[in-house]
């Protein structure tokens, strides 16, 4: 590595200008220990991806990702496509010997997760860093969150509530973008945004689901092709298709240690645009977060005095909470964005001190075996099955 990171972006929907915000503005903010570099984002549409580097600050664009991967002159490579691709793009850029940042779920399959968690753990060995991009763990709130269920301040986790209620599936007309294509997605509400309430629910924890049993249900089974656009902004096209993945997804899980917690991931929510909400009960207290208010943590604490008890709203946007202070004068709120650049700073501090840095490719496997044991005790119509139990 040069003196400074060189990074190469493959892929430009919406995620690319969510790490492309990241990548632009992690290094003005914070003081990062190596410059970081917007080299060249990369797409198939030439035209397209040339308007992406123009209006999101990328030196240069390309449409050949394996090329980019095989130059001297790039040293991460940040993957920002559907998950039908992460597999390839990932383990190729590892062994090329350049450090990667992949977005969630880590992939389509167990399989490929396995052979991505793999490629980085041999790629570790020779001081190249993988990372996903679970972002919501660098949400001030949340981290903040972990920090005090870290220190204690819920007593013995009890109970654990997760869910990611979204609700744009509600209008039929909605086209069918490769989320709602498991060839291209791998599954549906499950692994686009469940896959964050079992990270989120793993990480403030600090335990790991174990065993699930759940199922998943598809309200509406075909909708109209998508014409222009892509992704979330695409617009209807003539003639329908089915939809291969799940709308709604439901289980339980058992934490290693016996803890019970309870998961949602739907987009059919009325109402609810992005509600990522995760609940902590324990014996000293309580600790919920909820994406839609995301400047702010609930702290229920039961040793204080009878008549003092409620859920209190603490504000995280002081200085003294986990990032905030980089930011903005005390009391200003941040946003959805921030967490991009706070990963960008996580992942770029951590490949200077030269440690691993988190989530981990074997993390982001393990929040796909237990998307895949969801699915199987869907399928076998009921029943606890163990995570890992299933290889595909
Ligand atoms: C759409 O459901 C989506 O953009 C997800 O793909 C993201 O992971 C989530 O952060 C927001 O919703």
Redesign the pocket.
């Known amino acids: 590595m040069s003196g400074t990171l060189r990074v190469a972006m493959i892929g430009h929907g919406?995620?690319g200008a969510a790490h492309s915000q990241g990548w632009r503005t992690a290094q003005r903010v914070f003081d990062l220990p190596v410059e970081t570099e917007m080299a060249v984002i990369v797409g198939r549409n030439a035209e397209g991806v040339a308007d992406a580097a123009a209006k999101w600050g990328w030196a240069e664009s390309a449409t050949d990702w394996r090329e980019v991967i095989a130059r001297d002159d790039i040293d991460l490579v940040d993957i920002v496509t559907p998950g039908d691709s992460h597999a390839e793009i990932a383990i190729a850029a590892l062994e090329a010997g350049k450090h990667v940042l992949c977005e969630?779920p880590l992939a389509n399959t167990v399989a490929e997760a396995e052979a991505m968690a793999d490629a980085a753990a041999r790629a570790a060995a020779r001081g190249i860093r993988a990372m996903v991009g679970f972002?919501?763990r660098r949400v001030p709130a949340v981290t903040f969150l972990r920090d005090l269920i870290a220190q204690g301040a819920v007593g013995r986790i009890a109970q654990v509530r997760a869910s990611y209620r979204?609700d744009?599936l509600v209008d039929p007309d909605m086209p069918l973008g490769w989320?709602l294509q498991k060839e291209h997605a791998g599954s549906g509400a499950l692994g686009?945004?469940g896959a964050?309430a079992i990270d989120l629910a793993q990480f403030v924890t600090g335990m790991q689901l174990e065993r699930v049993s759940g199922v998943v249900d598809t309200i509406v089974k075909q909708r109209p092709l998508q014409g222009a656009g892509s992704g979330?902004s695409g617009t209807a096209a003539e003639g329908f298709g089915e939809v291969s993945v799940d709308d709604i997804a439901i289980f339980t899980g058992r934490f290693a240690g016996g803890v019970l917690g309870s998961f949602e991931a739907t987009?059919f929510a009325t109402g609810r645009k992005?509600a990522l909400s995760i609940e902590v009960s324990g014996d000293k207290g309580a600790l919920a977060f909820d994406l839609e208010d995301l400047n702010s943590l609930r702290f229920y604490d039961r040793t204080a005095p009878n008549q003092l008890q409620g859920f209190t709203k603490i504000l995280v946007t002081e200085p003294e909470h986990p990032y905030v202070a980089a930011w903005w004068p005390a009391g200003h709120t941040l946003g959805y964005e921030h967490g991009f650049s706070h990963q960008v700073k996580d992942l770029v501090e951590a490949i200077d001190a030269g440690i691993d840095p988190h989530p981990s490719f074997a993390e982001g496997l393990q929040v796909q075996r237990v998307l895949a044991a969801v699915e199987q005790s869907s399928e076998r119509d009921s029943g606890w099955v163990g995570v890992g139990e299933r290889t595909l």
């Open positions: 919406f995620m969630k972002t919501y979204q744009w989320r686009d945004i964050h979330l987009r992005n």
